[in-house]
Nanobody
Framework: VQLQASGGGLVQAGGSLRLSCAAS????????GGWYRQAPGKQRELVAL???????NYADSVKGRFTISRDDRKNTVYLQMNSLKPEDTAVYYC??????????????WGQGTQVTVSS
């Protein structure tokens, strides 16, 4: 099983980026999915979560600017980031709880994708 994160890059403050996290391999479906970020010298922090039913939860710092969503046909979780600020600069990681073909549920991390917001 692999989680492939993509979509990071360099953007000016006020700009937008869309991150994708695609799960592949021996999976039936993705249950909950989430995005985390880690800035230099700081601990990894939760950015947004989405449950299997579509309920969402956001860090206070991104509420109203970021939107997490999912496409179950593609086993993919997205993070739309608008009105980006320099303090959003970090490596962003996706995490997902997936149900494997043999009905075991297991959590996985994707590789990080760098988001840099210039002022």
């Amino acid at each position: 099983v692999q989680l492939q994160a993509s979509g990071g890059g360099l953007v000016q403050a006020g700009g937008s980026l869309r991150l994708s996290c695609a799960a592949s391999g021996s999976i039936l479906r993705v249950n909950a999915g989430g995005w985390y970020r880690q800035a230099p010298g700081k601990q990894r922090e939760l950015v947004a979560l989405i449950t299997s039913g579509g309920s969402t939860n956001y860090a206070d710092s991104v509420k109203g600017r970021f939107t997490i969503s999912r496409d179950d046909r593609k086993n993919t979780v997205y993070l739309q980031m608008n009105s980006l600020k320099p303090e959003d600069t970090a490596v962003y990681y996706c995490n997902a709880d997936v149900v494997l073909l043999w009905a075991e549920a297991k959590g996985y991390w994707g590789q990080g994708t760098q988001v840099t917001v210039s002022s």
